[in-house]
């Protein structure tokens, strides 16, 4: 690792069996703590990160706030809420360090596609917060995608999911969405092409994370990932990747 490289890691899972866990497609993710994490990036120079509520955690709030206080300053969570959570709920949230509600429709969803744009604008209104997106967007109708380009703030997750996805992926990138470069061992498009065109349409939209513990991909995170991002994009543009435009987009304390 270079000495002067600083890392944001806007996509990370924790996974605490002290809290529930619910089996997706009958699947249930290994245990992995704060304390594993820290310790999987302890050489990496990672300064902080987005903590991503998964499929396997449904609603559940307890497990990520107490992620969020074992992993300290510098991290911010990303919660799966319904769309029937009310005000003073997301607002406590908000005073906890979540910066953004997901919506899982690549594993079948954590609220339906056609409450997406209510509810993301209710809390981009309320306190700021913005939508994360997991999903294959080859895969979404045109009506699907134009609701996408209408919500206040959006990030894509997993570099959009695939090839036939990415050129869906570029007109949001256009538009405003940030785009999350992770999760390189289980997507179907190639990372550095998709890097290279998402940049050129908008050299602030990539954002760097591991995915680990990377439950259910094909490969898991390597920190040759971080030098793929590097070569691909060149020292400034990996910069902002790796960890200036989340840093600044998600806005964690400390």
């Known amino acids: 690792m270079s000495a002067a490289r600083v890392l944001f890691d806007a996509h990370l899972h924790i996974v605490d069996p002290r809290f529930p866990l619910v089996a997706n497609d009958g699947?249930?993710?290994?245990?992995?703590?704060?304390?594993?994490?820290?310790?999987?990036?302890?050489?990496?120079?990672?300064?902080?990160?987005?903590?991503?509520s998964g499929s396997f955690h449904a609603f559940d709030q307890d497990y990520l706030l107490a992620a969020l206080a074992a992993l300290g300053p510098g991290f911010v969570g990303v919660t799966q809420l319904p769309y029937s959570a009310l005000d003073h709920e997301i607002l406590a949230?908000?005073?906890?360090?979540?910066?953004?509600?997901?919506?899982?429709?690549?594993?079948?969803?954590?609220?339906?596609?056609?409450?997406?744009?209510?509810?993301?604008k209710r809390i981009h209104r309320l306190c700021g917060w913005h939508v994360e997106l997991y999903a294959d967007l080859a895969k979404l109708g045109l009506d699907e995608?134009?609701?996408?380009?209408?919500?206040?703030?959006?990030?894509?997750?997993?570099?959009?999911?695939?090839?036939?996805?990415?050129?869906?992926?570029?007109?949001?990138?256009?538009?405003?969405?940030?785009?999350?470069?992770?999760?390189?061992?289980?997507?179907?498009v190639a990372p550095a092409d998709a890097m290279e065109k998402i940049a050129a349409a908008n050299p602030d939209a990539l954002m760097f994370g591991t995915d680990l513990p990377s439950t259910r991909a094909r490969?898991?995170?390597?920190?040759?990932?971080?030098?793929?991002?590097?070569?691909?994009?060149?020292?400034?543009?990996?910069?902002?990747?790796?960890?200036?435009?989340?840093r600044a987009f998600y806005a964690p304390r400390g």
């Open 27 to 52: 699947y249930l993710p290994p245990t992995f703590l704060a304390k594993d994490y820290l310790a999987a990036v302890a050489n990496l120079g990672v300064t902080g990160g987005a903590v991503v």
């Open 93 to 120: 949230r908000d005073r906890a360090g979540v910066r953004a509600v997901r919506f899982n429709v690549y594993r079948g969803g954590s609220e339906s596609f056609g409450r997406i744009e209510k509810f993301a």
């Open 145 to 188: 995608l134009a609701t996408l380009a209408r919500l206040p703030k959006l990030v894509v997750d997993h570099l959009g999911m695939s090839e036939a996805g990415l050129p869906h992926l570029i007109d949001l990138v256009r538009d405003g969405a940030k785009v999350k470069a992770t999760g390189f061992g289980r997507v179907l």
């Open 219 to 246: 490969r898991p995170f390597e920190p040759a990932d971080i030098e793929l991002i590097e070569g691909t994009l060149g020292p400034d543009l990996a910069r902002k990747a790796l960890h200036d435009t989340a």
